[in-house]
């Protein structure tokens, strides 16, 4: 069993930056793969970013590329999601997520992971 918890979340102004942590706790947590989703109102949860269990390689939706970073320390078992520049557009939900035989092709499926945390609201207002 593996636990996620989410925190960092808040409200920003546009252009304003957050920084979100995952904690993970259960099943060892350096034989997966990390990633954040995030969900708006009235929309279907969305990929954001993913990082490899090495930590070597991270992918980005392209709507936040260039703007969002995700890392990974796995003496504390966190993966973290840097968010700079923010939108408005980027107001959602924000969850974290585990999953233990991701493939490349399927890192935006959300099925494709297996334990959820329980999400983390941002709102960025204009």
């Known amino acids: 069993q593996v636990q996620l918890v989410e925190s960092g979340g808040g409200s920003v102004q546009a252009g304003g930056s957050l920084r979100l942590s995952c904690a993970a706790s259960?099943?060892?947590?350096?034989?997966?793969?990390m990633g954040w989703f995030r969900q708006a109102p009235g929309e279907e949860r969305k990929f954001v970013a993913v990082?490899?269990?090495?930590?070597?390689?991270?992918y980005y939706a392209d709507s936040v590329k260039g703007r969002f970073t995700i890392s990974r320390d796995g003496a504390k078992n966190t993966v973290y999601l840097q968010m700079n520049s923010l939108k408005p557009e980027d107001t959602a939900v924000y969850y974290c997520?585990?999953?233990?035989?991701?493939?490349?092709?399927?890192?935006?499926?959300?099925?494709?992971?297996?334990?959820w945390g329980q999400g983390t609201q941002v709102t960025v207002s204009s």
């Open positions: 990082i490899r269990r090495s930590g070597d390689y991270a």
């Open positions: 997520a585990a999953g233990f035989s991701v493939i490349l092709s399927s890192i935006r499926i959300p099925s494709q992971y297996d334990h």
């Open positions: 259960g099943r060892t947590f350096n034989s997966g793969a």
